[in-house]
């Protein structure tokens, strides 16, 4: 047995987390699956799965090999296909791809039917996260990232920029009046949002004469350090947020927020599509990685010529 058929049967026993349901997927006897799993173990020299009486499951070198072996699997499959499809419209294999809530909510998800729906044998695993996941050790095969972009060795493709809107609850709005000045945001408060909590927030962030930002220092009770908090306190009448505009365009349509102070914008956040440098990216990932810089680049252009809604 080549070394390929034993990842074959590895990665179908860790999919499966039994070697019999394994076995009998492949049509191989269940005894040749655990020699060919045991036999990896013993090229590689550690265990990839723990075996107990009840289950199988991935040890954390066997997490690591399992992804990494799943990429080469499509690679291979991709390859020995490419002859038999004359037009190269097909695509097999998995895409791993990161993005904000907000991204994948608002764009991503609404768009990926008709992407799945052109490219039957594709599999996508989208990961939607605050903390900024590590490309290469993670197995991600792309991003979409909002905001500064500070990571040497990747490559970065500019998408365009997103305009941040300051938002409230029209409850709090109510209750604390509507700011029409920086001046009235002394009688405010603002939800802070923090990557690690215990750090201090820098304020309303607004855009100077020179385009640079500017922060205004805030009172406010409320720190959060994810985005879904984020909104959820600002929903809730806990004070401002400020947030780019294609993660609140929902709730302002809805009327759960109401954008405020539109004459005193924060800069635009840029909107960048990041990978790992590679010489050779799989036919599936270079479509993949076009289809969302489209459909990204077909919003930012649309909201940029909208109007602000204003309150």
């Known amino acids: 047995m080549n070394p390929l058929d034993r990842m074959q049967i590895f990665a179908r026993v860790a999919e499966l987390s039994s070697f019999t349901q394994a076995a009998q997927v492949l049509g191989l006897p269940k005894a040749s699956a655990s020699l060919a799993v045991q036999q990896l173990e013993a090229h590689l020299g550690t265990r990839l799965l723990h075996r107990t009486t009840r289950r199988v499951q991935l040890t954390q070198d066997g997490q690591a090999f399992y992804e990494r072996c799943k990429d080469l699997l499509d690679d291979v499959d991709e390859l020995q296909a490419m002859f038999q499809q004359p037009d190269g419209t097909a695509l097999r294999g998995r895409v791993r791809i990161d993005m904000s809530t907000g991204i994948a909510r608002q764009l991503v998800l609404p768009a990926l039917p008709d992407l799945l729906a052109r490219h039957p044998l594709l599999e996508v695993e989208l990961s939607s996260t605050d903390r900024r996941v590590d490309l290469v050790r993670e197995g991600f095969d792309c991003v979409i990232r909002v905001g500064p972009v500070a990571e040497p060795g990747l490559v970065a493709r500019p998408l365009g920029l997103v305009r941040v809107a300051s938002c409230a609850s029209p409850g709090y709005l109510a209750r604390k009046g509507t700011p029409q000045s920086l001046a009235d945001l002394a009688q405010h408060d603002l939800v802070h949002y923090v990557s690690t909590l215990g750090t201090k927030s820098a304020g309303f962030e607004t855009t100077g004469d020179d385009g640079s930002p500017q922060f205004h220092p805030m009172a406010g009770r409320v720190t959060v350090n994810s ?85």
Do not use: K
């Open 227 to 311: 985005a879904e908090a984020y909104l959820g306190a600002c929903a809730a009448g806990l004070g401002l947020i400020q947030a780019p505009l294609l993660g609140v365009r929902e709730l302002i349509d809805r009327r759960l927020l109401v954008e405020v102070l539109p004459h005193h914008p924060a800069p635009p956040m840029p909107v960048t599509l990041i990978y790992p440098h590679r010489r050779h990216l799989p036919q599936r990932v270079r479509v993949v990685m076009d289809w969302l810089a489209a459909v990204a680049q077909a919003h930012l252009q649309s909201e940029a010529h909208g109007a602000p809604a204003a309150a």
